[in-house]
């Protein structure tokens, strides 16, 4: 099982900028790819940004060139720093893993996704 929890987000006025982390907690696993989704009122959610252990991104092209993800491996945390935000980027942003689970001798057993309980991050105009 794994644990995920996220701090940093909040309010800030167009143009600002914000940095979101996520913590990945529990036992016997490994992670694969961490990323952010994020989810306005009245839309689904949508993927903003991944990272793979090996520094592989994916950007969602609106964050393009304004958003930066990353990871350290060490402590099991992403990162999202969101700069030039923009009112539209006013959604609950969600961290998520894909991870293996272990056995005793480091052998993956399952994989699955998890996430994170969200957090609010609001760009005023």
């Known amino acids: 099982q794994v644990h995920l929890v996220e701090s940093g987000g909040g309010w800030v006025q167009a143009g600002g900028s914000l940095r979101l982390s996520c913590a990945a907690s529990g036992s016997m696993f490994s992670i694969n790819v961490m990323g952010w989704y994020r989810q306005a009122p009245g839309k689904q959610r949508e993927l903003v940004a991944t990272i793979t252990t090996g520094g592989s991104t994916v950007y969602e092209d609106s964050v393009k060139g304004r958003f930066t993800v990353s990871i350290d491996n060490t402590k099991n945390t992403v990162y999202l720093q969101m700069n030039t935000l923009k009112p539209e980027d006013t959604a609950v942003y969600y961290c998520?893993?894909?991870?293996?689970?272990?056995?005793?001798?480091?052998?993956?057993?399952?994989?699955?996704?998890?996430w994170g309980q969200g957090t609010q991050v609001t760009v005023s105009s």
């Open positions: 998520n893993t894909n991870a293996d689970s272990l056995n005793y001798r480091g052998y993956p057993l399952s994989r699955r996704e998890y």
